[in-house]
Nanobody, 124 residues
Framework: QVQLVESGGGSVQAGGSLRLACAPS????????MAWFRQAPGKEREGVAA???????TYADAVKGRFTISKGSAKNTLDLQMNSLSPEDTAVYYC??????????????????WGQGTQVTVSS
């Protein structure tokens, strides 16, 4: 049974950087579209960045120019480089995947496989 596992979360000061990673517990034979989402206390889960099975990338406006999503060195792994972090970025960050492409890459309902989340806290 495949699960996604996030790592790399932690606490940083404003202006700092973190790099998140997502890896499946088992190798995927089928290539998936994958994405990062985040959820802050009292807020709905929102899409952060997505990369389709053929490499097409989508970013939320709030992170454009600061975050970079990329495929990891291992098959079906996913990274998120986060620079110039601010307190508004504080949230639990989730990795998600779905087979094939999505009509709305940053919509949570498009994804069926999720990680447990990793906490990112940015202090001012």
């Amino acid at each position: 049974q495949v699960q996604l596992v996030e790592s790399g979360g932690g606490s940083v000061q404003a202006g700092g950087s973190l790099r998140l990673a997502c890896a499946p517990s088992r190798n995927f034979i089928i290539t998936y579209s994958m994405a990062w989402f985040r959820q802050a206390p009292g807020k709905e889960r929102e899409g952060v960045a997505a990369i389709s099975s053929d490499g097409r990338i989508t970013y939320a406006d709030a992170v454009k120019g600061r975050f970079t999503i990329s495929k990891g060195s291992a098959k079906n792994t996913l990274d998120l480089q986060m620079n110039s972090l601010s307190p508004e970025d504080t949230a639990v960050y989730y990795c998600a995947a779905v087979v094939g492409d999505t009509g709305r890459p940053l919509a949570p309902y498009e994804y069926h496989l999720w990680g447990q989340g990793t906490q990112v806290t940015v202090s001012s």
